[in-house]
């Protein structure tokens, strides 16, 4: 079983739908929490970083934690064609070294004009 | 534009033989981490330095090794390879190794290795 598991999708919905994101895991001492953006041909680009449990909005993205349920998700408000990438879920802690990030499989998404 | 550059951007080589991708963080940036995205994988983490020194390692076969230059560059060399080894590689870089905090990593566009 991996760490990090995540729906590979492909995920397609219309454009203006609110797209919701998710990953579990299983290492409790996990503690970073982060969403990556990747188009296709392209390295990875950070959307957001949560620390522990907790909520975090920027813009059209919420990202929430739930370490009780070690469950995370990134909602997607209003959604845009340029939305369109996979995304992927990383996380970390500081008894792996701070910086080793252990990835999802990443999820395909389709935003439809 | 993260800012990190990977050179070269695509490679094709035989099964068996030996290649070096390099990595030049962002200006500043004193840790570069090594990746390896393949379909079957997805992105696994290979190994860390920090200001020239091994840092972290994670999932790196015995026949891949990495350094980093006193310049901070850094080169990821594969040998004896095999076709499993076809995947894409990234490198990110930050700001500093803090055990105690987390330091955004910036990934440059990869290289893409194909073993036939």
């Known amino acids: 079983q991996k760490e990090v598991e995540q729906d590979p999708g492909p995920l397609s919905v219309p454009e203006g739908a609110i797209v919701s994101l998710n990953c579990t895991y299983s290492?409790?001492?996990?503690?970073?929490f982060m969403w990556y953006r990747q188009y296709s041909r392209k390295g990875p680009e950070l959307l957001m970083y949560?620390?522990?449990?907790g909520n975090k909005e920027d813009g059209r993205f919420t990202a929430q934690v739930d370490k009780s349920s070690k469950y995370i998700s990134l909602f997607i408000r209003d959604s845009q064609p340029s939305d369109s990438a996979t995304y992927l879920c990383?996380?970390?802690?500081?008894?792996?070294?701070?910086?080793?990030?252990?990835f999802g499989q990443g999820t395909r998404l389709t935003i439809n004009p | 534009d993260s800012g990190v550059t990977q050179t070269p951007k695509h490679l094709i080589t035989a099964t068996g033989q030996r290649v070096t991708l390099r990595c030049s963080p962002r200006?500043?940036?004193?840790?570069v981490y090594w990746y390896q995205q393949s379909l079957d994988q997805g992105l696994q983490f290979l190994i860390q330095?920090?200001?020239?020194?091994?840092?972290a390692k994670g999932n790196i076969l015995e026949r891949f090794s990495a350094q980093q230059f006193p310049d901070l560059h850094s080169e990821l060399n594969l040998s004896s390879l095999e076709l499993g080894d076809s995947a894409l590689y990234f490198c990110?870089?930050?700001?500093?190794?803090?055990?105690?905090?987390?330091?955004?990593?910036?990934f440059g566009p990869g290289t893409r290795l194909t073993v036939l």
């Open positions: 990110a870089s930050s700001v500093a190794y803090g055990p105690l905090t987390y330091n955004e990593q910036f």
């Open positions: 290492n409790s001492a996990f503690q970073y």
């Open positions: 949560t620390y522990s449990s």
């Open positions: 990383a996380m970390t802690s500081l008894i792996q070294g701070a910086q080793k990030l252990v």
């Open positions: 200006s500043g940036d004193l840790s």
């Open positions: 330095y920090y200001n020239g020194e091994e840092r």
